[in-house]
Structure formats: structure tokens, C-alpha cells
């Protein structure tokens, strides 16, 4: 069973998915946790910048593992990828287009309001990205441009999650899934 603190924190990162972090309150994050509003404050004495902070590491190193596990269980690159945005695609269509790019507003939110969490997303993006270069270089992509194509890929997922949510429709992330797999397959060093 998770503590209360778990729970705050789980709670804070399934509604910062959904609907962001200025949109995200704190009678919200009570209710759906189940917490009583005094353990907030007990657990997370910076407040709501805090346990956002919590939620956006737990994230982090979640969908860091998802990447990394997705990558390892596919040999060529360009197939690697395409799957895990198809993985990605499955995710924010099942959840009916209410879930996907779990750090995305908070990003956006963050970048004007808090440097705190500015910093944080900016740690996990990296994170995300040091998965992609690390498949890239094991398979014989230069570092550098390992680190271009990963920034291509958490791009052009971000945006396309993004789009999908808006149009209802999981076709922008399917077409980069296909898009970067044929990128990565052209320019392949063999």
C-alpha cells in the first residue's frame, strides 16, 4: 500500500497530465488522493510547487524507464522508435485524448511562472532524451548527431501528442512514428 504522500504525489501527476499545472488545485489534489489537506502541507512544506516538482521527478523517471525498456526490445533503431511512439499513440488514445505528454503543460506553464519547475522539465526532457542518444549510439550513430535526432525524436513526440489531443485523433503520432522510422533506417551508418 503507498503512503499518503504516494498518493498526493500520484494524484498531483495524473492531473497534471490531464489538465496542467495552473489548472491543477489543491482541493483537487485532496479529493483525488484521498488526503487529508493538512498532510499537503505536512509532506510538501514548499506547497504546490513542490509536490508538483515530486509529480514531475516520478514522471520523469517512469516514462524514462518505458523509453529505455521499449528501446532495448528492438534492435534497429528506426524500429525501436516508431514502436514506442505507437506505444505512445495507444496511451493517448485509450485514455480518450485526455492523457499523453504528461510533463507538456506543466512545461509550458513553468516557463514563465516557475523556475523551479522550468528547471525540473528541462532535467526531464534531457533524461528522456539521453535514452533515444544512448539506442542511437549503440548503433553506430555519432554522439553528435545522436544527440540531434534525439532531440528531433522528444520533439516531434511532444508536438504530436499535442496535436493529437487537440484533433482527437492519434494520426500525428502515428505519422512521425513512421516518419522517424524511415529517417533513421535512410541515414543508418551500416
Not at 534492435?75 to 488514445?93: M, Y
Request: charged fraction near 25%; hydrophobic fraction near 40%; aromatic fraction near 6%.
Amino acid at each position: 500500500m503507498s503512503s499518503t504522500r504516494d498518493q498526493i504525489i500520484e494524484a498531483t501527476a495524473e492531473l497534471l497530465e490531464k489538465q496542467g499545472y495552473r489548472a491543477t488545485g489543491l482541493n483537487q489534489i485532496v479529493e483525488e488522493s484521498g488526503a487529508p489537506k493538512g498532510s499537503l502541507y505536512y509532506y510538501f512544506p514548499g506547497g504546490k510547487e513542490e509536490f508538483g516538482t515530486e509529480a514531475v521527478n516520478k514522471v520523469a523517471q517512469e516514462v524514462h524507464q518505458r523509453i529505455e525498456t521499449s528501446l532495448a526490445a528492438i534492435e534497429d533503431p528506426g524500429e525501436a522508435v516508431a514502436a514506442f511512439i505507437l506505444r505512445v499513440a495507444q496511451h493517448v488514445r485509450t485514455s480518450n485524448f485526455l492523457k499523453g505528454g504528461p510533463i507538456t503543460s506543466v512545461a509550458l506553464d513553468a516557463c514563465t511562472t516557475s523556475e523551479r519547475l522550468n528547471e525540473v522539465c528541462r532535467e526531464t526532457y534531457d533524461l528522456w532524451q539521453s535514452a533515444f542518444v544512448e539506442k542511437l549510439v549503440r548503433s553506430g550513430f555519432s554522439l553528435a548527431r545522436s544527440k540531434r535526432l534525439a532531440g528531433l525524436i522528444i520533439a516531434s513526440i511532444e508536438g504530436a501528442i499535442v496535436l493529437s489531443r487537440t484533433n482527437r485523433s492519434s494520426e500525428p503520432l502515428e505519422h512521425i512514428a513512421a516518419e522517424l522510422k524511415l529517417l533513421l533506417q535512410t541515414t543508418h551508418p551500416k
